[in-house]
Protein backbone atom coordinates (compact mmCIF):
# COMPACT_ATOMS: atom_id res chain seq x y z
CA UNK A 1 0.00 0.00 0.00
CA UNK A 2 1.38 3.57 -0.76
CA UNK A 3 0.98 4.82 2.43
CA UNK A 4 2.63 2.39 4.44
CA UNK A 5 5.90 2.27 5.43
CA UNK A 6 8.81 0.32 4.29
CA UNK A 7 10.93 1.24 7.81
CA UNK A 8 10.74 3.49 10.08
CA UNK A 9 13.44 5.11 8.31
CA UNK A 10 12.20 4.53 4.86
CA UNK A 11 14.77 2.44 3.02
CA UNK A 12 14.46 -1.06 2.18
CA UNK A 13 14.92 -3.36 4.89
CA UNK A 14 17.67 -5.25 2.85
CA UNK A 15 19.75 -1.70 3.31
CA UNK A 16 18.64 -1.46 7.06
CA UNK A 17 19.61 -5.13 7.70
CA UNK A 18 23.09 -4.40 5.50
CA UNK A 19 23.41 -1.59 7.87
CA UNK A 20 23.12 -3.16 11.04
CA UNK A 21 25.69 -6.12 10.15
CA UNK A 22 28.66 -3.53 9.23
CA UNK A 23 28.01 -2.02 12.70
CA UNK A 24 27.72 -5.22 14.66
CA UNK A 25 30.95 -6.90 12.35
CA UNK A 26 29.43 -9.48 10.57
CA UNK A 27 27.08 -10.21 7.54
CA UNK A 28 23.25 -11.16 7.72
CA UNK A 29 24.18 -14.68 6.52
CA UNK A 30 25.68 -15.36 9.54
CA UNK A 31 23.93 -16.70 12.98
CA UNK A 32 25.48 -14.50 15.09
CA UNK A 33 23.72 -11.10 13.29
CA UNK A 34 20.92 -12.88 13.85
CA UNK A 35 21.27 -13.35 17.56
CA UNK A 36 21.77 -9.63 17.76
CA UNK A 37 19.33 -9.03 15.95
CA UNK A 38 17.25 -10.30 18.51
CA UNK A 39 18.99 -9.06 21.54
CA UNK A 40 18.19 -5.47 19.80
CA UNK A 41 14.49 -6.34 19.20
CA UNK A 42 12.05 -3.92 21.75
CA UNK A 43 9.16 -6.92 20.69
CA UNK A 44 11.23 -10.21 22.19
CA UNK A 45 9.64 -10.47 25.39
CA UNK A 46 6.10 -10.83 23.54
CA UNK A 47 7.18 -14.60 22.50
CA UNK A 48 7.21 -15.43 26.11
CA UNK A 49 3.38 -15.02 26.05
CA UNK A 50 3.40 -17.84 23.64
CA UNK A 51 3.72 -21.82 23.86
CA UNK A 52 6.44 -22.68 20.61
CA UNK A 53 5.85 -26.47 19.96
CA UNK A 54 8.65 -28.65 20.60
CA UNK A 55 9.96 -30.72 17.57
CA UNK A 56 9.05 -34.00 19.20
CA UNK A 57 5.43 -33.38 19.10
CA UNK A 58 5.18 -32.49 15.70
CA UNK A 59 3.64 -35.95 13.98
CA UNK A 60 5.91 -35.22 10.89
CA UNK A 61 9.28 -34.58 12.71
CA UNK A 62 12.20 -37.04 11.77
CA UNK A 63 13.89 -37.90 15.24
CA UNK A 64 16.78 -38.55 13.13
CA UNK A 65 17.68 -35.32 11.62
CA UNK A 66 16.83 -32.85 14.94
CA UNK A 67 16.86 -32.27 18.66
CA UNK A 68 13.39 -33.41 19.89
CA UNK A 69 13.62 -30.92 22.67
CA UNK A 70 14.26 -28.22 20.70
CA UNK A 71 11.86 -25.49 19.75
CA UNK A 72 10.22 -25.89 16.32
CA UNK A 73 10.39 -23.40 13.35
CA UNK A 74 7.25 -22.18 13.18
CA UNK A 75 6.30 -19.96 10.26
CA UNK A 76 2.42 -20.90 10.15
CA UNK A 77 0.95 -17.89 11.56
CA UNK A 78 -0.86 -17.18 8.24
CA UNK A 79 -2.72 -20.33 8.99
CA UNK A 80 -3.31 -21.17 12.52
CA UNK A 81 -2.07 -18.88 15.32
CA UNK A 82 0.00 -20.27 18.18
CA UNK A 83 -1.30 -20.52 20.89
CA UNK A 84 -0.97 -17.76 23.84
CA UNK A 85 -0.28 -18.71 27.56
CA UNK A 86 -2.81 -16.85 28.79
CA UNK A 87 -5.71 -19.14 26.95
CA UNK A 88 -5.72 -21.53 29.73
CA UNK A 89 -6.50 -19.72 32.36
CA UNK A 90 -9.99 -17.74 30.53
CA UNK A 91 -11.01 -21.39 29.48
CA UNK A 92 -10.88 -22.36 32.91
CA UNK A 93 -12.32 -19.56 34.49
CA UNK A 94 -15.37 -20.32 31.80
CA UNK A 95 -15.45 -23.74 32.94
CA UNK A 96 -15.47 -23.14 36.53
CA UNK A 97 -18.39 -20.22 36.25
CA UNK A 98 -20.40 -23.02 34.11
CA UNK A 99 -19.75 -25.44 37.46
CA UNK A 100 -20.00 -22.95 40.13
CA UNK A 101 -22.83 -20.74 38.76
CA UNK A 102 -24.89 -22.73 36.28
CA UNK A 103 -27.74 -20.69 34.48
CA UNK A 104 -26.34 -17.48 36.34
CA UNK A 105 -23.12 -17.62 34.79
CA UNK A 106 -25.23 -15.47 31.85
CA UNK A 107 -24.74 -12.71 34.47
CA UNK A 108 -22.63 -13.31 36.91
CA UNK A 109 -18.97 -13.44 37.16
CA UNK A 110 -16.11 -11.32 36.06
CA UNK A 111 -17.38 -11.80 32.61
CA UNK A 112 -20.87 -12.69 32.47
CA UNK A 113 -21.75 -15.06 28.94
CA UNK A 114 -24.86 -12.85 27.68
CA UNK A 115 -21.80 -10.01 27.12
CA UNK A 116 -18.93 -11.50 27.23
CA UNK A 117 -18.12 -10.51 23.56
CA UNK A 118 -18.21 -7.18 24.20
CA UNK A 119 -14.60 -7.64 26.21
CA UNK A 120 -12.54 -8.23 23.13
CA UNK A 121 -14.52 -5.50 21.03
CA UNK A 122 -12.45 -2.40 21.86
CA UNK A 123 -8.90 -4.14 21.34
CA UNK A 124 -10.63 -5.62 18.17
CA UNK A 125 -11.34 -2.25 16.53
CA UNK A 126 -8.20 -0.77 17.53
CA UNK A 127 -6.49 -3.37 15.65
CA UNK A 128 -8.59 -2.86 12.09
CA UNK A 129 -8.62 0.82 12.75
CA UNK A 130 -11.98 1.11 13.50
CA UNK A 131 -14.78 2.65 16.02
CA UNK A 132 -15.70 0.23 18.60
CA UNK A 133 -19.68 0.20 17.40
CA UNK A 134 -18.61 -0.55 13.68
CA UNK A 135 -17.24 -3.88 15.14
CA UNK A 136 -18.66 -7.51 16.20
CA UNK A 137 -17.15 -10.22 17.10
CA UNK A 138 -19.21 -13.18 15.84
CA UNK A 139 -19.81 -16.52 13.99
CA UNK A 140 -17.30 -17.41 11.36
CA UNK A 141 -15.85 -15.66 8.88
CA UNK A 142 -18.14 -16.75 5.75
CA UNK A 143 -21.42 -16.64 7.97
CA UNK A 144 -20.55 -13.65 8.25
CA UNK A 145 -19.87 -12.61 4.44
CA UNK A 146 -22.79 -13.66 3.69
CA UNK A 147 -24.86 -11.94 6.35
CA UNK A 148 -23.27 -8.72 5.03
CA UNK A 149 -23.52 -9.99 1.70
CA UNK A 150 -27.78 -10.06 2.29
CA UNK A 151 -27.22 -6.33 3.48
CA UNK A 152 -24.85 -5.15 0.77
CA UNK A 153 -25.36 -6.81 -2.59
CA UNK A 154 -28.10 -5.25 -3.96
CA UNK A 155 -28.18 -6.26 -7.99
CA UNK A 156 -30.83 -4.37 -10.59
CA UNK A 157 -30.55 -5.10 -14.23
CA UNK A 158 -27.77 -2.57 -14.58
CA UNK A 159 -25.86 -2.91 -11.93
CA UNK A 160 -25.36 -6.19 -10.66
CA UNK A 161 -21.71 -7.49 -11.00
CA UNK A 162 -19.26 -8.36 -8.14
CA UNK A 163 -15.42 -7.75 -8.43
CA UNK A 164 -13.39 -9.78 -6.79
CA UNK A 165 -9.96 -11.16 -7.53
CA UNK A 166 -9.16 -14.04 -9.50
CA UNK A 167 -7.61 -16.81 -7.30
CA UNK A 168 -9.51 -15.44 -4.04
CA UNK A 169 -9.91 -17.86 -1.80
CA UNK A 170 -12.29 -20.22 -2.64
CA UNK A 171 -14.66 -19.99 0.28
CA UNK A 172 -15.09 -16.02 -1.14
CA UNK A 173 -15.48 -17.12 -4.54
CA UNK A 174 -18.22 -19.50 -3.51
CA UNK A 175 -20.10 -17.41 -1.16
CA UNK A 176 -20.46 -14.84 -4.24
CA UNK A 177 -21.65 -17.33 -6.60
CA UNK A 178 -23.78 -18.52 -4.93
CA UNK A 179 -24.99 -14.86 -3.86
CA UNK A 180 -25.07 -14.04 -7.34
CA UNK A 181 -27.12 -17.43 -8.50
CA UNK A 182 -29.14 -16.01 -4.92
CA UNK A 183 -30.42 -13.15 -6.84
CA UNK A 184 -31.54 -14.85 -10.44
CA UNK A 185 -28.32 -13.82 -11.68
CA UNK A 186 -25.81 -15.90 -14.05
CA UNK A 187 -21.95 -15.61 -12.07
CA UNK A 188 -20.66 -16.21 -15.98
CA UNK A 189 -21.52 -12.55 -16.42
CA UNK A 190 -21.94 -11.35 -13.01
CA UNK A 191 -18.54 -12.60 -11.49
CA UNK A 192 -16.00 -9.76 -12.29
CA UNK A 193 -12.59 -11.20 -11.97
CA UNK A 194 -9.40 -9.37 -11.49
CA UNK A 195 -6.24 -11.09 -12.66
CA UNK A 196 -2.75 -10.16 -13.21
CA UNK A 197 -1.20 -9.40 -16.04
CA UNK A 198 0.51 -12.12 -18.06
CA UNK A 199 3.56 -13.57 -16.59
CA UNK A 200 2.76 -12.20 -13.75
CA UNK A 201 1.51 -13.48 -10.48
CA UNK A 202 0.44 -10.10 -8.56
CA UNK A 203 -2.53 -7.44 -9.15
CA UNK A 204 -0.88 -4.34 -9.62
CA UNK A 205 -3.25 -1.30 -7.95
CA UNK A 206 -3.80 0.85 -11.47
CA UNK A 207 -5.06 -2.15 -13.22
CA UNK A 208 -7.40 -2.75 -10.24
CA UNK A 209 -8.11 0.97 -10.26
CA UNK A 210 -8.89 0.78 -13.86
CA UNK A 211 -11.18 -1.97 -14.15
CA UNK A 212 -13.12 -0.06 -11.18
CA UNK A 213 -13.71 2.93 -13.73
CA UNK A 214 -14.14 0.85 -16.73
CA UNK A 215 -16.65 -1.12 -15.53
CA UNK A 216 -17.93 0.36 -12.57
CA UNK A 217 -21.66 1.53 -14.06
CA UNK A 218 -22.29 -2.30 -13.85
CA UNK A 219 -20.30 -3.33 -10.66
CA UNK A 220 -22.66 -3.24 -7.50
CA UNK A 221 -19.96 -4.91 -4.74
CA UNK A 222 -16.26 -4.88 -4.87
CA UNK A 223 -15.11 -7.53 -2.50
CA UNK A 224 -10.89 -7.87 -2.55
CA UNK A 225 -8.95 -9.69 0.26
CA UNK A 226 -6.74 -7.51 2.60
CA UNK A 227 -3.58 -9.70 2.06
CA UNK A 228 -4.09 -12.30 -1.17
CA UNK A 229 -3.75 -16.00 0.59
CA UNK A 230 -2.04 -17.45 -2.24
CA UNK A 231 0.60 -14.62 -3.16
CA UNK A 232 0.93 -12.94 -0.42
CA UNK A 233 -0.27 -9.35 -2.00
CA UNK A 234 -1.08 -7.03 0.34
CA UNK A 235 -4.15 -4.60 -1.39
CA UNK A 236 -4.11 -0.79 -1.70
CA UNK A 237 -7.25 -1.28 0.35
CA UNK A 238 -7.57 2.53 0.44
CA UNK A 239 -7.01 3.06 -3.13
CA UNK A 240 -9.21 0.24 -3.76
CA UNK A 241 -12.51 1.77 -1.68
CA UNK A 242 -11.64 5.27 -3.33
CA UNK A 243 -12.12 3.69 -6.33
CA UNK A 244 -15.04 1.72 -5.63
CA UNK A 245 -16.72 4.53 -3.90
CA UNK A 246 -16.69 6.85 -6.62
CA UNK A 247 -17.94 4.90 -9.35
CA UNK A 248 -21.18 4.55 -6.65
CA UNK A 249 -19.91 1.06 -5.74
CA UNK A 250 -20.35 -0.88 -2.67
CA UNK A 251 -16.49 -1.89 -1.01
CA UNK A 252 -16.07 -4.87 1.65
CA UNK A 253 -12.94 -6.72 2.45
CA UNK A 254 -12.12 -10.40 3.53
CA UNK A 255 -9.19 -9.51 6.06
CA UNK A 256 -8.75 -13.17 7.04
CA UNK A 257 -4.91 -12.80 6.36
CA UNK A 258 -4.99 -8.81 7.21
CA UNK A 259 -5.99 -8.41 10.69
CA UNK A 260 -2.70 -8.49 13.20
CA UNK A 261 -0.86 -8.67 10.23
CA UNK A 262 -1.07 -5.02 8.19
CA UNK A 263 -2.09 -2.02 9.35
CA UNK A 264 -5.57 -1.30 8.76
CA UNK A 265 -7.78 2.00 8.83
CA UNK A 266 -11.31 1.12 7.97
CA UNK A 267 -13.14 3.73 9.64
CA UNK A 268 -10.69 6.56 7.79
CA UNK A 269 -10.63 4.86 4.81
CA UNK A 270 -14.47 4.77 4.13
CA UNK A 271 -14.87 0.65 3.82
CA UNK A 272 -18.34 -0.52 3.95
CA UNK A 273 -18.26 -3.66 5.20
CA UNK A 274 -15.50 -6.40 6.26
CA UNK A 275 -14.96 -9.44 7.92
CA UNK A 276 -12.14 -11.81 9.11
CA UNK A 277 -10.58 -14.50 10.65
CA UNK A 278 -12.21 -18.23 11.02
CA UNK A 279 -12.36 -20.29 8.14
CA UNK A 280 -8.73 -21.12 6.69
CA UNK A 281 -8.19 -24.76 5.74
CA UNK A 282 -5.14 -26.36 6.32
CA UNK A 283 -5.24 -28.42 2.76
CA UNK A 284 -1.40 -29.04 3.38
CA UNK A 285 -1.83 -31.56 6.40
CA UNK A 286 -2.87 -35.05 6.72
CA UNK A 287 -4.99 -36.69 8.65
CA UNK A 288 -2.93 -39.23 11.45
CA UNK A 289 -3.31 -41.51 14.20
CA UNK A 290 -2.19 -41.53 17.39
CA UNK A 291 1.18 -42.93 16.06
CA UNK A 292 1.08 -40.66 13.92
CA UNK A 293 0.39 -42.73 10.87
CA UNK A 294 -1.05 -41.13 7.88
CA UNK A 295 -5.03 -42.35 7.92
CA UNK A 296 -5.99 -39.80 5.27
CA UNK A 297 -4.97 -36.91 3.14
CA UNK A 298 -6.63 -33.80 3.40
CA UNK A 299 -6.10 -33.06 -0.34
CA UNK A 300 -8.54 -35.69 -0.65
CA UNK A 301 -10.38 -35.21 2.67
CA UNK A 302 -10.46 -31.67 3.77
CA UNK A 303 -13.32 -31.46 4.77
CA UNK A 304 -12.22 -32.97 7.79
CA UNK A 305 -10.91 -29.83 9.06
CA UNK A 306 -12.91 -26.52 10.21
CA UNK A 307 -11.64 -23.17 10.76
CA UNK A 308 -8.56 -21.39 11.81
CA UNK A 309 -7.69 -17.77 12.87
CA UNK A 310 -4.45 -16.91 11.76
CA UNK A 311 -2.30 -13.72 13.31
CA UNK A 312 -5.08 -13.55 15.95
CA UNK A 313 -4.26 -16.67 17.24
CA UNK A 314 -7.47 -17.49 19.05
CA UNK A 315 -7.63 -21.19 17.81
CA UNK A 316 -8.67 -23.32 15.31
CA UNK A 317 -12.40 -22.85 14.63
CA UNK A 318 -12.13 -19.34 16.66
CA UNK A 319 -14.80 -16.60 16.88
CA UNK A 320 -14.93 -14.23 13.60
CA UNK A 321 -14.83 -10.67 13.54
CA UNK A 322 -17.10 -8.34 11.19
CA UNK A 323 -16.96 -4.96 11.04
CA UNK A 324 -19.76 -2.02 9.30
CA UNK A 325 -19.22 1.78 8.84
CA UNK A 326 -20.86 4.58 10.88
CA UNK A 327 -22.59 5.60 7.76
CA UNK A 328 -24.62 2.65 7.52
CA UNK A 329 -25.55 2.78 11.39
CA UNK A 330 -28.95 3.76 10.75
CA UNK A 331 -29.89 2.34 7.69
CA UNK A 332 -32.32 -0.15 9.43
CA UNK A 333 -34.38 -0.75 6.33
CA UNK A 334 -31.97 -2.23 4.50
CA UNK A 335 -32.56 -6.31 3.76
CA UNK A 336 -31.02 -8.60 6.64
CA UNK A 337 -30.92 -11.61 8.21
CA UNK A 338 -32.13 -11.00 11.61
CA UNK A 339 -31.81 -12.89 15.01
CA UNK A 340 -32.26 -12.55 18.73
CA UNK A 341 -28.90 -11.08 19.46
CA UNK A 342 -29.52 -8.14 17.07
CA UNK A 343 -32.98 -6.76 19.04
CA UNK A 344 -31.28 -3.96 21.65
CA UNK A 345 -30.05 -5.30 25.07
CA UNK A 346 -32.62 -2.97 26.85
CA UNK A 347 -35.41 -4.81 25.60
CA UNK A 348 -34.11 -8.09 24.38
CA UNK A 349 -35.97 -9.70 27.43
CA UNK A 350 -39.35 -8.52 26.95
CA UNK A 351 -40.17 -11.25 24.92
CA UNK A 352 -43.12 -9.71 22.77
CA UNK A 353 -41.63 -10.25 19.46
CA UNK A 354 -41.40 -6.42 18.62
CA UNK A 355 -37.97 -6.37 16.79
CA UNK A 356 -35.88 -3.51 18.55
CA UNK A 357 -32.93 -3.60 16.15
CA UNK A 358 -29.63 -2.81 17.87
CA UNK A 359 -27.87 0.18 15.49
CA UNK A 360 -24.59 -0.41 13.11
CA UNK A 361 -23.04 -3.80 13.22
CA UNK A 362 -24.77 -4.97 16.52
CA UNK A 363 -27.86 -5.30 14.40
CA UNK A 364 -26.56 -8.37 12.46
CA UNK A 365 -25.69 -10.49 15.28
CA UNK A 366 -27.87 -13.56 15.43
CA UNK A 367 -27.22 -15.79 18.60
CA UNK A 368 -25.96 -14.76 22.08
CA UNK A 369 -21.78 -15.19 21.97
CA UNK A 370 -19.91 -18.51 22.87
CA UNK A 371 -17.45 -17.59 26.06
CA UNK A 372 -15.37 -21.03 25.25
CA UNK A 373 -14.85 -18.89 21.70
CA UNK A 374 -14.49 -15.17 23.35
CA UNK A 375 -11.75 -16.63 26.07
CA UNK A 376 -8.75 -17.53 23.53
CA UNK A 377 -9.23 -14.39 21.70
CA UNK A 378 -9.31 -12.11 24.82
CA UNK A 379 -6.31 -13.68 25.80
CA UNK A 380 -4.74 -12.79 22.32
CA UNK A 381 -5.37 -9.65 22.25
CA UNK A 382 -4.05 -9.28 26.29
CA UNK A 383 -0.52 -9.72 23.74
CA UNK A 384 -1.72 -7.18 21.30
CA UNK A 385 -2.28 -4.36 24.54
CA UNK A 386 1.15 -4.74 24.95
CA UNK A 387 2.33 -3.11 21.88
CA UNK A 388 1.02 -1.60 18.62
CA UNK A 389 0.26 -2.04 14.93
CA UNK A 390 2.59 0.32 14.03
CA UNK A 391 5.36 -1.41 16.07
CA UNK A 392 4.73 -4.86 14.99
CA UNK A 393 4.75 -3.52 11.03
CA UNK A 394 7.97 -2.21 11.88
CA UNK A 395 8.96 -5.68 12.84
CA UNK A 396 7.36 -7.50 10.55
CA UNK A 397 8.97 -5.59 7.46
CA UNK A 398 12.51 -6.21 8.90
CA UNK A 399 11.74 -9.79 9.96
CA UNK A 400 10.43 -10.77 6.41
CA UNK A 401 13.11 -8.79 4.48
CA UNK A 402 15.50 -10.69 6.17
CA UNK A 403 14.01 -13.74 4.85
CA UNK A 404 13.89 -12.54 1.85
CA UNK A 405 17.53 -11.37 2.08
CA UNK A 406 18.91 -14.78 3.46
CA UNK A 407 16.92 -16.64 0.37
CA UNK A 408 18.11 -14.48 -2.52
CA UNK A 409 21.65 -14.57 -1.30
CA UNK A 410 21.76 -18.69 -0.46
CA UNK A 411 18.93 -19.60 -3.52
CA UNK A 412 18.74 -16.75 -6.10
CA UNK A 413 16.94 -18.11 -9.31
CA UNK A 414 19.62 -18.04 -11.99
CA UNK A 415 19.30 -14.87 -14.94
CA UNK A 416 17.92 -16.14 -18.25
CA UNK A 417 19.49 -15.51 -21.48
CA UNK A 418 17.34 -13.92 -24.16
CA UNK A 419 15.65 -17.04 -25.53
CA UNK A 420 14.21 -17.57 -21.46
CA UNK A 421 16.73 -20.52 -20.78
CA UNK A 422 18.45 -20.57 -17.51
CA UNK A 423 21.93 -19.58 -17.89
CA UNK A 424 23.06 -21.92 -14.64
CA UNK A 425 24.78 -24.70 -15.29
CA UNK A 426 22.59 -28.24 -15.12
CA UNK A 427 19.30 -25.53 -14.86
CA UNK A 428 17.33 -28.50 -12.69
CA UNK A 429 19.62 -31.36 -13.24
CA UNK A 430 20.76 -33.36 -10.35
CA UNK A 431 24.16 -31.36 -10.21
CA UNK A 432 22.25 -27.85 -10.61
CA UNK A 433 22.19 -25.24 -7.97
CA UNK A 434 18.38 -25.61 -6.04
CA UNK A 435 16.87 -22.37 -6.30
CA UNK A 436 14.12 -20.62 -5.00
CA UNK A 437 11.86 -17.95 -6.71
CA UNK A 438 9.81 -15.61 -4.42
CA UNK A 439 6.70 -14.25 -5.81
CA UNK A 440 4.96 -11.99 -3.63
CA UNK A 441 5.87 -8.45 -4.03
CA UNK A 442 9.59 -7.21 -3.32
CA UNK A 443 8.01 -4.12 -2.08
CA UNK A 444 7.53 -4.21 1.61
CA UNK A 445 4.67 -1.85 0.96
CA UNK A 446 2.77 -4.43 -0.83
CA UNK A 447 3.11 -7.76 1.42
CA UNK A 448 2.42 -8.54 4.89
CA UNK A 449 4.52 -11.16 6.68
CA UNK A 450 4.22 -14.09 4.18
CA UNK A 451 6.80 -14.59 1.35
CA UNK A 452 5.29 -17.11 -1.71
CA UNK A 453 7.91 -19.49 -2.55
CA UNK A 454 8.27 -21.56 -5.67
CA UNK A 455 11.39 -23.82 -6.24
CA UNK A 456 13.08 -25.57 -9.15
CA UNK A 457 12.47 -29.20 -7.64
CA UNK A 458 9.46 -30.81 -6.63
CA UNK A 459 7.60 -28.61 -4.02
CA UNK A 460 5.90 -31.67 -2.28
CA UNK A 461 9.43 -33.25 -1.75
CA UNK A 462 10.60 -29.24 -0.38
CA UNK A 463 7.85 -29.54 2.08
CA UNK A 464 8.10 -33.23 3.04
CA UNK A 465 11.94 -32.74 3.66
CA UNK A 466 11.35 -29.31 5.88
CA UNK A 467 8.65 -30.78 7.77
CA UNK A 468 10.88 -33.89 8.76
CA UNK A 469 13.46 -31.31 10.06
CA UNK A 470 11.03 -29.51 11.88
CA UNK A 471 9.83 -26.65 10.51
CA UNK A 472 5.87 -25.66 10.54
CA UNK A 473 4.57 -23.90 7.31
CA UNK A 474 1.84 -25.43 4.73
CA UNK A 475 1.86 -25.74 0.78
CA UNK A 476 -1.39 -24.06 -1.06
CA UNK A 477 -1.83 -25.73 -4.35
CA UNK A 478 -0.74 -25.98 -7.43
CA UNK A 479 2.74 -24.85 -6.39
CA UNK A 480 3.70 -22.34 -3.54
CA UNK A 481 4.88 -23.07 0.13
CA UNK A 482 3.85 -19.76 2.22
CA UNK A 483 6.30 -19.13 4.72
CA UNK A 484 5.39 -16.37 7.31
CA UNK A 485 7.56 -15.35 10.05
CA UNK A 486 4.83 -13.53 12.76
CA UNK A 487 6.68 -10.64 14.77
CA UNK A 488 4.06 -11.72 18.10
CA UNK A 489 6.80 -14.80 18.82
CA UNK A 490 8.82 -15.10 15.38
CA UNK A 491 12.53 -14.41 15.90
CA UNK A 492 15.42 -13.07 13.78
CA UNK A 493 17.21 -16.87 14.54
CA UNK A 494 13.79 -18.37 13.62
CA UNK A 495 14.20 -17.00 10.03
CA UNK A 496 17.66 -18.09 10.14
CA UNK A 497 17.32 -21.59 11.27
CA UNK A 498 14.20 -22.02 8.40
CA UNK A 499 17.18 -21.25 5.51
CA UNK A 500 19.50 -22.98 7.50
CA UNK A 501 16.82 -25.90 7.03
CA UNK A 502 15.57 -24.87 3.89
CA UNK A 503 19.32 -25.52 2.04
CA UNK A 504 19.32 -28.73 3.47
CA UNK A 505 15.50 -29.49 2.74
CA UNK A 506 16.22 -28.48 -1.19
CA UNK A 507 20.13 -31.11 -1.72
CA UNK A 508 17.54 -33.62 0.11
CA UNK A 509 14.22 -33.16 -2.41
CA UNK A 510 16.83 -32.98 -5.38
CA UNK A 511 18.72 -36.37 -4.51
CA UNK A 512 15.28 -37.93 -3.93
Known sequence: MADAPKTPDQRHPAAVLQERAVELGCRPEDETFAVAMDTQDPLRALREDFHIPRMKDLPPTDPTLVSGEEECVYMCGNSLGLQPRGVRKYVEQDLDYWARYGVHGHFEGPR?????????????????????????????????LHLLLVSFYRPTSTRHKILIEGKAFPSDHYAMESQIRFHGYDPATSLLLAEPREGEHTLRTEDIVSLIEQEGESIALVVFSGVQYYTGQLFNMEAITRAGLSKGCVVGFDLAHAVGNAELHLHDWGVDFACWCTYKDPSNLSVRNEKGHILQDSNRFSSTFMGLVEY???????????FVHQKHANSRDMPRFVGWWGHEMKTRFHMDNKLDLSPGVNGFRLSNPPPLLVSPLLASLDVFQKTSMSDLRAKSVLLTGYLELLIQENYPRPAEDTNGLSTAEGSNGPGSRPWVDIITPADPAQRGCQLSLMFSVPISKVFMELEKRGVACDKREPNVLRIAPTPLYNSFRDVHRFVTLLGQSLVAAQQS
Open 112 to 144: PWALCDEYVIEQSARIVGAKPEEVACMNGLTVN
Open 312 to 322: MNSGAGGLAGA
